[in-house]
């Protein structure tokens, strides 16, 4: 019984202790000993509900947006993951939850915008849902940090370029360095996006390719050779007042 109080006393001295240290001393805690690890890994501790409540808004918290990242840790990482204000068309601004970004009406305008983490190492999967119409052009995709974020007229502005790839979900067409890469998914009368549902990305950096799934089914790997550069989960939009949520989900489950 002692040695379960002072155990117990240990771990709410940590609690205490780790809340006040920011995520890069937490990271280097975790490294110090087993014990520091194994306290630091319980992802709904209190120590990461502290710094999820004190980063993230208290409503998005327990949103149905952040389904997929269901402990505090997770929360926690999708909101360091999501979109960017200072890597966004003009037109476009992020909401206050963090990981929704708005298109202003702006007519004859193409805009864009990417998240803040790039990645050129792993595997990593993230979701987005278009909130509001797709207009005319809807693409979801990658991109490096030289593909431009805004242009003149209504156009696949993801995948105009050699430093971006996109689906676009209004025609069901992959597309890079301005051409169309064929139709996708690789499905007879592929069904259309429906404004709500979930797209799920997946970028192997290891492998090099981008694939998507869709109401949890994989749909095909959508491109091959991918460059060995930092690439961005991006999406271009047309349709003024439409929103775009985008939550990262970490290492993808295979299967």
Known sequence: MVDRVAALCNYNVLEVVFSYL???????????????????????????????LNKLPKDVTKSELLSPVPTYKTKLRAFFHSWNPSDCSRNVYIKPNGFTLHRNPVAQSTDAARAKIGFRHGRHAWEVIWEGPLGTVAVIGISTKEAALQCHGYVALLGSDDQSWGWNLVENHLLHNGDMQGGYPLLNNAPKYQVGERIRVILDCDDNTLSFEKNYEFLGVAFRGLPDKKLFPTVSAVYGNTEVSMVYCGTPLDG
């Open 22 to 52: 920011d995520l890069n001393d937490l990271g280097r805690c975790s490294q110090v000993c087993r014990s520091f690890r194994n306290f630091l890994n319980d992802e709904n501790s209190e120590v990461w509900r502290w710094h999820c």
